[in-house]
Nanobody, 119 residues
């Protein structure tokens, strides 16, 4: 089992910045693929940014150049630095840890943190 706890959400004006944190209960980076998802009201959950167990980074087109995903192995914590925020970035943000064995997928989710971009 892996427990994930997000923090860092809040209300920010357009153009502002926030940094989200996702603290894992044990060392999993390099074993699990990690990702940040978001879900806006009435919309499906979407993958925003991800880092594979090998360290490759991926971003959805709408956040490229504005968001940065990083990990701190010593703190077992993943971050999402969000700059130049837009109202359309408003959503509940979730962190995810994923791995798959030959027979079984494993997915763990945090509780979510609200990000609201509004003037």
């Amino acid at each position: 089992q892996v427990q994930l706890v997000e923090s860092g959400g809040g209300l920010v004006q357009p153009g502002g910045s926030l940094r989200l944190s996702c603290a894992a209960s044990r060392s999993i980076f390099g074993i699990y693929a990690m990702g940040w998802y978001r879900q806006a009201p009435g919309k499906q959950r979407e993958l925003v940014a991800a880092i594979t167990s090998g360290g490759s980074l991926n971003y959805v087109d709408s956040v490229k150049g504005r968001f940065t995903i990083t990990t701190d192995n010593a703190k077992n914590t993943m971050y999402l630095q969000m700059n130049s925020l837009k109202p359309e970035d408003t959503a509940v943000y979730y962190c995810n840890a994923h791995r798959r064995t030959l027979t079984t997928p494993y997915d763990f989710w945090g509780q979510g943190t609200q990000v609201t971009v509004s003037s």
